[in-house]
């Protein structure tokens, strides 16, 4: 008889070879030879028909010559099958083993009720069928066998050791045999945290009647319960809220991070320090005029708070080398006061949350006046009845008081300009500019010589003797003005 295999859910048909037309009965029975175990009896020609026996289960069919066709079959139908003949004198024997193949199905994967990190996890694959073969999917890619992720050696059995959060993911195992196929997917999700809460913002220090707003948040599987400690209070929640912030705020804030599945908790603890907000600094010197090597000292008023610095600059840029500091910087000295000290200074504070700069403060230092100039240098040749003007400058800070003198004699002028209408011949002589340093006490000179010159140098409608004095003052005057004029050049040629 044959064949000796089928497949779960085709057909089989058992046939019998050199079957012998003088048998007349003929029976099949399942496993044993036993009335019970009968599934038919048929008869044959010259007799007609059949009679089904206890086994039979109405996939059975029996056809020509003895022939047994069993229908769908089911894998519990594998076993041995007996048929008998008998006839007239004769009788028969036969057996045939058959196998039916279970097709893969019933495939399950048994995990842990719950899987946590660092915990070793089974995943074991199992199916009913014929010479089943396993293989697993991690997603939608093939599993890889890694440094913690092994396999039996039939691919049924999948361990993680130790298991990683990565390891979330949906697994599916495949059950495969010649002529069938099946799978089933489970997905695994790892329990794991709380870690180490983050707080935003990280930041210490905040300005005074601002507002606060403090986030934690924790890698965490399933998502963690938050609880936040200050002082002796608790507020539960993921953020806490603080506003119009002031120094009863200062301390520090403690966020705990809880997972009911894991029953583990970790916490973070952010300092908070509430600064005032700075006004401007007042900066005020000792002096804003000085004399040259003359210390000087400035005072930044502030805050006195710790976290309060001070620093100081000098026409923007920074203060000379040589100054000094005091006071937690908030003074300043600048010893023997030089012309490259001189410029305006002003002081910064600042604490984490603000800054102010104060006044400017200017502080020159007091020199001159260097030499005095006229806008005329050389000896001045004017008309009679002309204007002088003369500019006198000298450079001096502060700056210079002048006084003018005429041969000698002070003029009532105390400007930088003298304007003189030169009307009379005794406007001739010599013009001095004096500049003075009311602050320093210093002066400088500078002197020019004007003489005068007209058409005529008699005057009309005199008397003989007025003219006879004029005649003799005036040869007198020549020769006083000679040795004027000698003195002045002799003493320029010096």
């Known amino acids: 008889m044959n064949p000796p295999e089928a497949l779960e859910g085709q057909e089989i048909n058992l046939t019998l070879k050199h079957a012998s037309v003088t048998f007349f009965v003929c029976n099949w029975y399942r496993e044993t030879e036993n009335k019970e175990n009968l599934i038919v009896t048929v008869y044959l020609p010259p007799l007609d028909g059949n009679t089904l026996g206890p086994a039979y289960t109405k996939r059975e069919t029996p056809g020509f010559g003895c022939s047994l066709l069993i229908a769908n079959l089911h894998p519990n139908d594998s076993g041995n099958y007996i ?23 019933n495939i399950t994967i048994s995990h842990p009720a719950k899987i946590f990190e660092t915990n070793t996890t089974h995943l074991n694959c199992t199916a009913s069928g014929s010479d089943v073969s396993y293989y697993w999917l991690k997603g939608n890619q093939s599993l890889e066998v890694a440094d913690h992720i092994f396999l039996s050696s039939n691919g049924q059995n999948l361990t993680l050791k130790p298991t990683k959060r990565q390891d979330s993911n949906r697994y599916t195992c495949f059950g495969n045999n010649s002529f069938s196929s099946n799978f089933t997917s489970y997905t695994l999700n790892v329990l794991y945290g709380p870690d180490a809460p983050v707080i935003s913002p990280s930041v210490q220090f905040y300005a005074e009647s601002s507002n606060l707003t403090l986030s934690c948040q924790a890698d965490s599987n399933p998502a963690a319960n938050y609880t936040w400690y200050f002082k002796s209070s608790t507020y539960p929640g993921k953020t806490f809220q603080i506003f119009n912030l002031s120094s009863v705020h200062n301390g520090s804030y403690k966020c705990e991070a809880y997972n009911n599945e894991t029953k583990l908790s970790s916490s973070k603890i952010q300092p908070v320090c509430v600064l005032e907000t700075l006004s401007d600094p007042v900066l005020w010197s000792s002096a804003s005029l000085v004399s040259k090597e003359e210390n000087v000292t400035l005072h930044c008023r502030t805050s006195n708070s710790s976290k309060v610095t001070v620093t100081w600059s000098k026409d923007g840029a920074p203060v000379p080398v040589k100054a000094e500091f005091s006071d937690q910087n908030r003074t300043l000295i600048l010893p023997k006061f030089a012309q490259d000290y001189a410029g ?11 800054n102010a700069t104060s006044n400017p403060t200017k502080i020159a230092m007091a020199y001159g006046p260097m030499a005095a100039k006229l806008n005329q240098s050389e000896a001045i040749v004017q008309p009679l009845g002309s204007a002088l003007v003369l500019l006198c400058t000298a450079d001096s800070m502060p700056p210079a008081e002048f006084r003018w003198f005429f041969n000698n004699t002070a003029k009532n002028e105390m400007e930088d300009t003298l304007r003189v209408d030169l009307l009379a011949w005794d406007d001739e002589g010599n013009y001095t500019c004096q500049a003075r340093n009311s602050f320093t006490g210093h002066t400088a000179s500078a002197s020019v010589y004007v003489k005068l010159t007209g058409e005529s140098s008699e ?36």
Do not use: M
């Open 344 to 354: 305006t200074y002003t002081c910064t504070a600042r604490n984490p949350v603000s």
């Open 83 to 105: 048929v008998t003949k008998s006839g007239p004198s004769v009788s028969g024997r036969g057996l045939i083993n058959i196998q039916v193949l279970e097709a893969i199905k």
């Open 459 to 494: 005057p009309p409608g005199l008397s003989v003797g007025a003219i006879v004095g004029i005649v003799i003052g005036s040869v007198a005057g020549a020769v006083l003005c000679v040795g004027v004029v000698y003195f002045l050049f002799t003493k320029a040629s010096c």
